[in-house]
């Protein structure tokens, strides 16, 4: 399961990114494991995220992310 602590990580990270680059706001798109520790770890960042007001995507697969090719990944990324 991932801890809060990972959750901050992420959230700081996505500040990090987005900070002062004059830029408007981007969605953050949300990917995990398609189990239910992932399912859960979806829920408590899509949450921490829009509390800090950032737009948030999940992206659903059947399979672990990291088990896709790079054309399906573009794929899943694009076809929001």
């Given at each position: 399961?991932?801890?809060?602590?990972?959750?901050?990580?992420?959230?700081?990270?996505?500040?990090?990114?987005?900070?002062?680059?004059?830029?408007?706001?981007?969605?953050?798109?949300?990917?995990?494991?398609?189990?239910?520790?992932?399912?859960?770890?979806?829920?408590?960042?899509?949450?921490a995220l829009k509390l800090q007001g950032y737009d948030t995507?999940?992206?659903?697969?059947?399979?672990?992310?990291?088990?896709?090719?790079?054309?399906?990944?573009?794929?899943?990324l694009t076809d929001g």
């Open positions: 399961a991932t801890s809060t602590g990972k959750v901050q990580s992420i959230v700081a990270r996505a500040q990090l990114a987005s900070k002062g680059n004059g830029t408007t706001r981007k969605c953050i798109g949300i990917w995990l494991d398609p189990d239910g520790a992932g399912r859960r770890a979806t829920r408590q960042l899509e949450q995507r999940i992206i659903r697969s059947t399979r672990d992310p990291k088990y896709h090719s790079n054309n399906e990944i573009r794929s899943y």
